[in-house]
């Protein structure tokens, strides 16, 4: 079964900074797209970051600048390196991921089960 895994989530001061990593496990394949996304309390999921297995990468206007998307294709890992971090900036963050696992014929889309991370003095 493939599932995704996520760690580094926390309290953090303004202007601090934190890193989030991800892990694919299971019997996988190849990897497409990864990226991370949040979600504030009672707003929709938003996009943070994304990455292609070739390292093109997309950020959302509001982290631009402050966060740094990267990934290693040889373990199936995605990291988001969160600097200048704001109050706003706080969610639970998910990681996703475009997997094709060894039992499928067909990417299919995958989703952590979210990190909370808090910017707070």
């Known amino acids: 079964q493939v599932q995704l895994v996520e760690s580094g989530g926390g309290l953090v001061q303004p202007g601090g900074s934190l890193r989030l990593s991800c892990a694919a496990s299971?019997?996988?394949?190849?990897?497409?797209?990864m990226g991370w996304y949040r979600q504030a309390t009672g707003k929709q999921r938003e996009l943070v970051a994304t990455?292609?297995?070739?390292?093109?990468?997309n950020y959302a206007d509001s982290v631009k600048g402050r966060f740094t998307i990267s990934r290693d294709n040889t373990k199936n890992t995605v990291t988001l390196q969160m600097n200048s971090l704001k109050p706003e900036d706080t969610a639970v963050y998910y990681c996703?991921?475009?997997?094709?696992?060894?039992?499928?014929?067909?990417?299919?889309?995958?989703w952590g089960q979210g990190t909370q991370v808090t910017v707070s003095a």
């Open positions: 996703y991921g475009r997997l094709l696992a060894r039992t499928s014929t067909t990417y299919g889309d995958y």
């Open positions: 990455i292609t297995r070739g390292d093109t990468t």
């Open positions: 299971g019997s996988i394949f190849s990897s497409s797209a």
